[in-house]
């Protein structure tokens, strides 16, 4: 069964306290990793795609990163304005549907 | 500035009653979805469209159904709202798989309350 899992569900960093969130994978043909950006009330704002295995994206402090089995959104010196939940999203085989996880809720404080 | 909007952005409803929820993206993507996100569920796939007069059930489609009649719209609709349905709604668009940026944008969402 294609499925996604995400860790921690909750983390809390104090201002440039560098991290790194997790999202494992099981999925049979990977068309594509999503992360995601949501914040209270509003929609997913897309962040980054990632397509295979050593592949790496990067804007201002966050860096996407793809293995395998997994993806980390590491966060270098994160500022209280990050503070949001990340959402990681896999493309199933050869569709345009996404299976989604329940995401890391991160609060940076300063 | 291409968009994709949603309304209403917060709606109280009866149980029983038929409810519309619309979606207009001006993206001129073909495909189109329609999520709910509950706690502890994340966001999850009710219906969706490849295209004009193409729909496809998610993997929560009991009790919604969609229609698209033009490239732009893709309404959801609850034929008899249950409190089970009480959730946040997000539409989203993307273009199609053939090409290399097919990421999801999404709406601001519509939270339904059914009581």
């Known amino acids: 069964e294609d499925q996604v899992t995400q860790s921690p569900e909750a983390l809390r960093l104090q201002e440039g306290e560098s991290s790194s969130l997790n999202c494992s994978y099981t999925v049979s043909g990977l068309r594509g990793l999503f992360w995601y950006r949501q914040d209270p009330g509003k929609g997913p704002e897309f962040l980054f795609t990632l397509y295979s295995a050593g592949e790496e994206k990067e804007k201002e402090r966050l860096k996407a990163t793809l293995t395998k089995k997994e993806s980390f959104l590491h966060i270098t010196a994160p500022k209280p304005e990050d503070s949001a939940t990340y959402l990681c999203?896999?493309?199933?085989?050869?569709?345009?549907?996404?299976?989604f996880g329940t995401g890391t809720r991160l609060q940076v404080f300063p | 500035d291409a968009e994709i909007t949603q309304s209403p952005r917060h709606k109280i409803t009866e149980t029983g009653r038929q409810v519309t929820l619309a979606c207009h993206q001006t993206w001129n993507h073909n495909n189109m979805f329609w999520y709910r996100q509950d706690l502890g569920h994340g966001l999850r796939l009710i219906h969706y469209?490849?295209?004009?007069?193409?729909?496809n059930k998610g993997e929560v489609s009991d009790g919604y159904s969609v229609s698209r009649s033009n490239t732009e719209d893709l309404p959801l609709t609850l034929e008899s709202a249950a409190s089970s349905q009480t959730s946040v709604y997000f539409c989203?668009?993307?273009?199609?798989?053939?090409?290399?940026?097919?990421?999801?944008?999404f709406g601001p969402g519509t939270r339904l309350t059914v009581l």
């Open positions: 469209s490849y295209g004009v007069q193409d729909t």
């Open positions: 999203a896999v493309r199933v085989r050869n569709t345009d549907k996404l299976i």
């Open positions: 989203a668009s993307s273009r199609d798989l053939s090409s290399s940026y097919n990421e999801q944008f």
